[in-house]
Every structure is written in structure tokens, then in C-alpha cells.
């Protein structure tokens, strides 16, 4: 089985912090993704990489960097957390177009 | 612009009610239609991929069927294990990568 893991479910920062998140999935797929999901507007794609060291933005990219030095792992980094962050974050990974993406468990993060 | 609309917003089923979940969408041009089902606090668990219009795929008590403007998740004798939120996304030919728009997902409720 697919397996995409974030390293945390939970996590309380404070604004202006450096925050880091992290995904890694075990099944060598070459596109990764990070969104975020708000009750009312759904899922929405911040960042997304097609292949090591390569990253395009997604529809919500400000405020928000991305990392990929290795295929299996995609960061995302928010320069300085603000309360407009606070959200539920998902990773998801795919081999490529036309096969479905397979989400991690998320991390809900919380910028007080 | 990619536009997925889903409805309802929420539903709530007898136990053994049959009814059906709508996704309207307006794509260039369609790669494939993707249904996922969300249960709360976790990552969405891929359920189906449609590619073309007339195709139908099922699932347990789950038919998930395509026209060329809108798809249907057909959900027949539900369980109270079945309630959830359902999300639907497409992928378009003219898209970078992988990438998916989603639709805001309806909300599922089976009472027993």
C-alpha cells in the first residue's frame, strides 16, 4: 500500500515563527503536493513539485515556500506564520497524470 | 478557469435510503474525474477515477458514474458506515502535472 506521511497531526506555533512541515511518501511517485483545506472552500493547492528541485505554485502560494531535495520528501515552510494560516494541511503524492493522488493524514496547524 | 460545484452541500440518509451526490463541472477539457471520500480529521481516501463520458465504476454499495458536464456517486442501501464527506476533482488536459481542482465535497450522514 501507498503510504504518505506528515510529521506531525498537530501543532500550535506562534506568529511570526518559522514553520516547517514535512511529507514523505514511500512509493518512489514523482509528483508531490501541499494544500489547504477550510471549512467553505475546500481544498485548496499551495504548492506541487513534478520532480526533485522542481516546484510550481499552486492557486494559493503567498506566504508559503516549498522544498524538495529528495524524491520521497516535500517540505513546506511558512516564512512567518500568521493567524491566516491556521488550517488543516495535506500532502499528496501521485506517479504521474491520469493516477489518483494519495493524501497523508494531514497536520492541523494552529497560529496563535 | 476549472470550476467543479458540488450538491448537496450536506444529505442526511435513512439507513437502506438510496440517493445520489452531484458534481458539475467546467474544464478545457477533461484528463479525468476523481471521487474521494474524507472522513473527519484524516486525508481523503481515493475512491474512483472516470475518464470519459458513459463510463460507470463500482464500489461495494458505491456507483460512480460520468456525462460530459456532471458526475454522479450513486450510494445504494447506505450503512451509518458510509457517512462521510465525499469530494470529487478533475483534472484537465491543458493543467501542468497532476494537479486537481476540487469541488467543496458534500457531507454525508447515514442514521441508523
Known amino acids: 500500500d501507498v503510504k504518505v506521511t506528515q510529521s506531525s497531526r498537530y501543532l500550535v506555533k506562534r506568529t511570526g515563527e518559522k514553520v516547517f512541515l514535512e511529507c514523505v511518501q514511500d512509493?518512489?511517485?514523482?509528483?508531490m503536493f501541499w494544500y489547504r483545506q477550510d471549512p467553505g472552500l475546500g481544498l485548496r493547492l499551495i504548492y506541487f513539485?513534478?520532480?526533485?528541485?522542481?516546484?510550481e505554485k499552486g492557486d494559493i502560494p503567498e506566504g508559503y515556500s516549498v522544498s524538495r531535495e529528495k524524491k520521497e520528501r516535500f517540505s513546506l515552510i511558512l516564512e512567518s506564520a500568521s493567524t491566516n494560516q491556521t488550517s488543516m494541511y495535506l500532502c499528496?503524492?501521485?506517479?504521474?497524470?491520469?493516477?489518483?493522488?494519495?493524501f497523508g493524514p494531514g497536520t492541523r496547524l494552529t497560529v496563535t | 478557469e476549472d470550476q467543479v460545484t458540488q450538491s448537496p452541500e450536506a444529505l442526511r440518509l435513512q439507513e437502506g435510503e438510496s440517493s445520489s451526490l452531484n458534481c458539475s463541472y467546467t474544464v478545457s477539457g477533461l484528463r479525468g474525474l476523481f471521487w474521494y471520500r474524507q472522513d473527519p480529521g484524516k486525508g481523503p481516501e481515493f475512491l474512483f477515477t472516470?475518464?470519459?463520458a458513459g463510463e460507470e465504476k463500482e464500489k461495494e454499495r458505491l456507483k460512480a458514474t460520468l456525462t460530459k458536464k456532471e458526475s454522479f456517486l450513486h450510494i445504494t442501501a447506505p450503512k451509518p458506515e458510509d457517512s462521510a464527506t465525499y469530494l470529487c476533482?478533475?483534472?484537465?488536459?491543458?493543467?501542468?502535472?497532476?494537479?486537481?481542482?476540487f469541488g467543496e465535497g458534500t457531507q454525508l450522514t447515514v442514521n441508523p
Open positions: 512509493m518512489d511517485h514523482e509528483n
Open positions: 513539485s513534478y520532480d526533485v528541485k522542481m516546484k
Open positions: 472516470l475518464y470519459s
Open positions: 476533482a478533475v483534472q484537465a488536459r491543458e493543467t501542468s502535472g497532476s494537479r486537481l481542482t
Open positions: 499528496a503524492s501521485t506517479y504521474r497524470e491520469l493516477h489518483e493522488q494519495y
